[in-house]
């Protein structure tokens, strides 16, 4: 997601700052957007000098003090939010007071992570989707106390970016993975109880519901350790039952079965 957002920001013309904790991490990250560049070079949708100026844009670092001179920073850390309030809380230290800080989280409270920081009022939610360069939908999500500044702002960023937004409310999962992640739950739970094949599940959900992929084939391309968090937020968020997450989905994050980046989820890679 993180090599997504910068991929986009430069292309809109944008100088990026990509902070990672590793050289290696960046490294790749780098790699996959030069990757992603190439195939429009070869559809011809942009020329080579084109996809080298996007790359000059991005600037790598893994120290956190790079961040000091930025004038926007959108966090896209893992889905845990112990890692997330750590990561922003050094953010919100090294960027000026002026600056909005976004998560890009896809279920956990953005109240609760602006409250971490100095400035809950300049703190928003920017949920893009996966994969970001190919897909159009931003949640911008507004905490307790984010102003409408912020808000505005934010939207026009996302517009800039070639991206549409939609304003949701607070809550968790949000939109998208509320109506999402209870689906793939779903779905999970039907393999669990042999109601039918993985296969068959995701067929009849592409050939039936017309989806472009099926629940089992896109939660491996999620990855099932971050449904797994997200179905945590809704059950812990909700208390309802409804959103507890399939023991299944639990025991494969717990094997290391993660999906597509592991080599292995419900299908293998």
């Known amino acids: ?51 080298d100026a996007v790359l ?18 959108i966090e896209a850390v893992p889905e845990i939010q112990a890692v997330k309030s750590a990561t922003l809380k050094q953010i919100d230290g090294v960027t000026r007071p002026d600056v ?20 809950p009022d300049r703190f928003i939610g920017m949920h893009f989707m996966n994969p970001v360069p190919v897909m159009k939908l931003v949640e911008v999500i507004r905490g307790a106390a984010t102003t409408d500044e912020t808000f505005e702002i934010t939207r026009g960023l996302a517009e800039t970016l070639g991206k549409v937004p939609v304003e949701v409310n607070d809550s968790p999962g949000f939109i998208s993975n509320r109506v999402l992640m209870p689906m793939i739950n779903e779905a999970i739970f039907a393999l669990y109880e042999g109601v039918a094949s993985a296969e068959a599940i995701d ?22 350790d971050v449904c797994l968090a997200i179905m945590n937020v809704l059950y812990d968020g909700f208390k309802d039952s409804k959103y507890r ?25």
Request: hydrophobic letters at 40%.
């Open 100 to 119: 909005i800080l976004a998560s890009n989280t896809s279920s956990i409270s953005i109240t609760e992570l602006g409250t971490g920081t100095s400035r």
């Open 203 to 224: 067929q009849v959900m592409k050939l039936g519901m017309s989806h472009p992929m099926g629940p089992l084939q896109l939660a491996d391309f999620i990855g099932l």
């Open 56 to 73: 000059s844009r991005i600037m790598p670092s893994v120290e956190i003090s790079a961040l000091a001179g930025s004038d926007f920073v």
């Open 245 to 269: 997450p399939c023991p299944l989905l639990t025991k494969y994050v717990s094997a290391g079965w993660l999906g597509r980046k592991s080599g292995k989820g419900f299908y293998v890679y």
């Open 1 to 51: 997601m993180g090599n997504g957002i910068a991929q986009v920001a430069a292309r809109a013309g944008f100088t990026v700052l990509m902070h990672d904790i590793k050289v290696e991490f960046l490294d790749r990250a780098l790699s996959t957007i030069s990757s992603s560049l190439q195939r429009d070079v070869d559809k011809e949708r942009m020329s080579a000098s084109d996809k």
